[in-house]
């Protein structure tokens, strides 16, 4: 048991989630005004209800990636969570400072499978705090740790997955109507920021600490 725990030592990281829970319930749950992150563009994007398996595939993506990376590759592991964890703090601060919603989703007549599930996500997630979004944010960060991954970096099959299933997730928050394209630009652009402080710049010398280790 002592050897497991030790083996498994860097699930303390797991802890972040005492601060973004309560953070991020508790900006759903102010009532002030919201900026409408609503543009043209938006307009133009169809709702289509099929993108809702995309959309709720994020979490399986999402929970799939770290747990592969968190049996297998620690500095991976690392590298993956410090990515997925800064941004979804920027995310949040953003969020506190300016609120922002997408209140723009269609009313649900049909009754199909996808069409129930939308309906679902509506009732569970309200269109706040939405700008930039978290749900394409994370699925950036996945793609990018299993492409980088050292078990994968020889396999065009696992870069074509993760980059189709970043994009599909991305698409599916537009066209399901949760968020705007701007929610969207603005997380790619994050993305791109942590990726070069993270991946390429290393600035919190994680393949050094985690070597010490």
């Known amino acids: 048991m002592k050897n497991l725990l030790y083996r498994y030592r860097h699930a303390w990281v797991f802890t972040y989630f005492i601060l973004y829970l309560p ?5 759903q749950l102010r009532d002030i005004s919201f900026h409408d ?3 043209s ?3 133009c994007i169809p709702f289509v ?3 809702i398996y995309p959309y709720i595939y994020w979490f399986l993506f999402v929970a799939g990636t770290i747990a592969y990376l968190f049996f297998t590759h620690r500095r991976d592991f690392y590298k993956c969570v410090a990515f997925l964890f800064i941004g979804m703090t920027i995310c949040l601060i ?5 609120p922002t919603s997408f209140d723009h989703r269609p009313v649900i007549e049909q009754n199909s499978l996808s069409m129930n599930l939308v309906q679902f996500i ?11 979004s978290i749900h394409v944010y994370n699925s950036i960060g996945c793609a990018l740790a299993l492409i980088l991954c050292p078990d994968f970096k020889q396999s065009k099959g696992i870069k074509i997955f ?10 599916s928050t537009m066209f399901i109507k949760q968020h705007s394209i701007l929610d969207a630009v603005a997380a790619i652009l994050l993305a791109i920021i942590l990726y070069i402080l993270i991946y390429k710049k290393d600035i919190f010398q994680i393949e050094k600490r985690v070597s010490l280790k």
């Open 94 to 98: 953003i969020f506190t400072i300016y």
């Open 37 to 39: 992150v609503y543009t």
């Open 49 to 51: 209800s099929w993108f």
């Open 41 to 43: 563009i938006d307009a």
């Open 122 to 132: 509506y009732h569970a997630d309200k269109s706040q705090n939405v700008f930039p």
């Open 162 to 171: 993760a980059s189709v299933s970043a994009i599909m997730i991305t698409l």
């Open 23 to 27: 953070w991020y319930f508790g900006l």
